[in-house]
């Protein structure tokens, strides 16, 4: 990807579980500077780290270490940069996952994730209204129901130790955690690279609070 | 929440039946009336490829890059995608879904190695269907609703759920072009055999119809082509209307 505009330098790690191409072009757009990162060598000097994922929990969990980001993600978290998972790599951030048992997750948000227990259809594919907690840099200030709305695919769940860490919620025919946090480390279970405005809106106020800091934790 | 999802179809790169929308630069550009589609509240987008020939297929692949990088909702390629190949590049080129229909048919098989390869949540079925003379059922069609295949529609639902299609595209040939309505007994059918979300297809004349075939057919999505692209309504206006229904949009 050809380098964006003045904003902060994001690497998006690529370790093939994924297509990155709507998440660069998303991050380009809101002004990033996006580096795609297949190695940690070239995820150095960033501000922040993005963390897409499609497909298993066992196996993307085998990639990122083939890639060597397992041990990178955890010092960046330890360090104070910025994480963002999307998708699986929200489910990426807990400890463990019903979807691959016996596989250690990068344990950087206690708890873990489990398949969505619910009457509805599972997958969840879909458009979710999000209920976000007060004090996340994730949450729009203001805006109409569809500012909240996002776009979901995901068959499991998070399910955070910490209530704490818990930034958003939303509903399928079950109460779900939506986004979660702790410290610099966030992630979402939908996909704002495909929920239009409001996704675009919120890839934006996370890449504000990397440039400021200030508003650090997501 | 119920999506609409507008489907565009496409040859050799250029949209057929051009959305004549207010101050559109190229309304043959599939990427610019993709954006115009976002921009109005569509949920979804279903491109269907219609190139003939296999040479000029490329030209799928260049659209899909350009889409992802310029439309920030989800899509769906459709029509020619016959192996695995063809899917895996699809979808490598940023397409979020690829539907399967003659070739599902044709090698049932195809269905569950793309599933285990790339997950079921991108994998759509599409069934193209006609209600049987004798009122057993409805029969699949291929080639657009010119070749029987011999094989019970809601019967291939269930079969092509469980060899893990993520969704299916329902697509009711005796309705299609008609604008009489959504066949509901054929969604409600399938939707009653098929445990995952089912895209409502073919008929949509009036705002009303849209709702009832989640009302009455308990399809989890509408896909329409003509009705938008001519003009008839737009997004906007559907939703609104399946709102006052009662039916749950994202508006």
């Not at chain 1, 994730?138 to 068959?155: C, I, K, Q």
Request: aromatic residues 6%; glycine residues 12%.
């Amino acid at each position: 990807m050809t380098p964006g505009g003045s904003g902060p330098i994001i690497a998006l790690l690529d370790y093939e579980m994924s297509n990155l191409r709507s998440v660069g072009k998303a991050l380009e757009r809101l002004g990033a500077r996006v580096r795609v990162a297949a190695r940690p060598a070239e995820a150095t000097g960033v501000d922040a780290l993005v963390l897409p994922g499609v497909g298993r929990f066992g196996a993307a969990m085998e990639r990122l270490q083939a890639h060597g980001f397992t041990g990178m993600l955890r010092e960046a978290a330890a360090d104070g940069t910025p994480v963002l998972g999307i998708c699986l790599g929200l489910q990426l951030l807990f400890d463990e996952s019903e979807e691959s048992p016996g596989v250690p997750g990068l344990g950087l948000i206690p708890g873990a994730v489990r398949r969505l227990r619910t009457d509805r259809k599972v997958p969840h594919i879909g458009w979710s209204e999000v209920d976000w907690r007060h004090g996340t840099v994730l949450a729009p200030e203001d805006g109409g129901p569809a500012d909240r709305t996002y776009y979901f695919v995901h068959s499991y769940a998070c399910e955070p130790v910490d209530d704490g860490d818990v930034r958003g919620t939303a509903t399928h025919g079950v109460g779900f955690v939506a986004a979660a946090g702790r410290g610099p480390v966030a992630g979402v279970q939908f996909h704002p690279e495909k929920s239009s405005r409001a996704g675009l809106a919120l890839l934006g106020r996370w890449l504000h609070g990397v440039a400021t800091r200030e508003v650090m934790p997501a | 929440m119920i999506r609409v999802i507008p489907c565009l179809d496409v040859d050799r790169g250029r949209v057929v039946k051009g959305v004549n929308f207010v101050d559109i630069r190229d309304a043959g550009d599939p990427v610019e009336l993709a954006a115009r589609y976002d921009a109005e509240g569509a949920d979804e987008l279903v491109f269907l490829d219609i190139t003939a020939t296999h040479e000029e297929r490329d030209t799928i692949i260049h659209l899909v890059e350009r889409t992802a990088e310029e439309v920030f909702i989800p899509f769906t390629i459709g029509g020619g995608l016959r192996t695995e190949e063809d899917i895996r590049a699809v979808l490598a080129a940023g397409a979020d879904k690829v539907s399967l229909n003659s070739a599902a048919v044709r090698d049932p098989d195809l269905v569950e190695r793309a599933a285990l390869r790339f997950g079921d949540q991108c994998i759509v079925v599409a069934i193209d269907a006609k209600r049987r003379a004798d009122g057993s059922g409805w029969e699949v069609y291929l080639a657009g609703g010119r070749t029987e295949t011999g094989i019970e529609a809601v019967a291939w639902a269930a079969e092509a759920v469980r060899r893990g299609a993520g969704e299916l595209l329902v697509t009711s040939m005796d309705r299609d072009g008609t604008q009489v309505g959504f066949d509901t007994d054929l969604l409600a059918a399938i939707a009653e055999a098929a445990a995952v979300p089912v895209i409502a297809s073919g008929g949509a004349g009036t705002l009303e119809h849209f709702a009832q075939a989640v009302t009455v057919g308990h399809a989890d999505a509408v896909l329409a082509a003509s009705v938008f692209h001519d003009g008839v309504y737009t997004v906007g206006e559907v939703k609104a209307a399946m709102a006052r229904d009662g039916v749950p949009v994202r508006r």
